[in-house]
């Protein structure tokens, strides 16, 4: 009966750490093939495309790609497809673009659509991505309009801005800050009044407060406190405030005053995007 050949250990590294060795088993000869090839494929992967870092850009390879240039053409194509609704866009009465049959409607419209993105991308920091606004960044849901919520009326805010300097047509109002001119108790009699328009923080109207307003806010806000939307003049009896309705919170937008901004987008986004944002905001719900 043969004898099973008796199981020798490899021959080690010559490495000994506490005793213990380490055996030379060299790696499977596939394995190594595979290996050498991938090292041959990198190396002609970096000679043929752009791969090594320089000071101002990389190395160009040898088959001239660019993934920026595949992106502007990619980007070119779709430009090229829409053109004929960009254009069908920028002809058409504003009001007429949402019930267009070719751009128009709502989830599969290419205008509804066209301003959500820019929405999303331009507007949503300030106004939220729910466009239900902020402290100091008007709601865009609700029915109350500092400047008109018509869809002319917001083409138009978003095209030449509120207080943008820059832009000669900007939206443009200036509230003074009476604490520079009105005294300490004369601004408490003023939150008082202003208070007592809204109903809000069980504020009672007085005829010191009454005169004060006269005299001093309904130049702008009306003399009833509704507000004037051809200099930007807010509502003072509803229950919606851009900066808040608390007694400190009045007493500070009187002292000094809001001076808020929102920039101009003629000329940073299209013709086309402008009027795209316009219809998407003005079908938000509270458009006019």
Not at 94 to 113: M, P, Q, S, T
Request: charged content about 20%.
């Amino acid at each position: 009966m043969a004898k099973t050949p008796e199981k020798k250990d490899p021959e080690t590294t010559g490495h000994s750490w506490n005793g213990i060795e380490e055996f030379n088993n060299p790696l499977p000869r596939w394995w190594l093939i595979t290996l050498y090839l991938t090292i041959i494929w990198a190396i002609g992967y970096m000679i043929a495309y752009p791969a090594i870092p320089l000071i101002n850009g990389a190395t160009p390879g040898l088959l001239g790609y660019s993934s920026r240039e595949e992106v502007a053409a990619d980007i070119e194509a779709v430009n090229t497809q829409n053109a004929p609704l960009i254009e069908r866009i920028n002809e058409l009465e504003l009001a007429a673009i949402a019930g267009d049959e070719l751009v128009g409607g709502e989830a599969d419209g290419f205008a509804y659509n066209g301003g959500k993105a820019v929405f999303a991308t331009f507007c949503s920091q300030c106004h939220g991505a729910g466009a239900n606004g902020a402290v100091g960044y008007p709601s865009l849901i609700d029915d109350d309009w500092l400047w008109g919520g018509s869809m002319e009326d917001i083409y138009t805010t978003i095209n030449h801005g509120i207080r943008h300097e820059a832009d000669l047509d900007t939206r443009l109002s200036d509230m003074p800050a009476f604490g520079e001119f009105l005294t300490d108790e004369e601004i408490a009699g003023l939150v008082q009044y202003v208070g007592a328009l809204s109903e809000i923080n069980g504020a009672e109207k007085t005829e010191e407060g009454e005169i004060l307003f006269l005299d001093n806010c309904a130049a702008c806000h009306a003399d009833d406190g509704t507000g004037d939307r051809f200099v930007g003049a807010p509502n003072l009896t509803d229950a919606i405030w851009l900066y808040g309705s608390d007694p400190a919170t009045l007493e500070e937008t009187i002292t000094f005053a809001r001076f808020g901004e929102m920039p101009a987008w003629a000329g940073r986004l299209s013709e086309a995007q402008v009027r795209q944002a316009a219809v998407y905001i003005h079908s938000l719900g509270g458009g006019e």
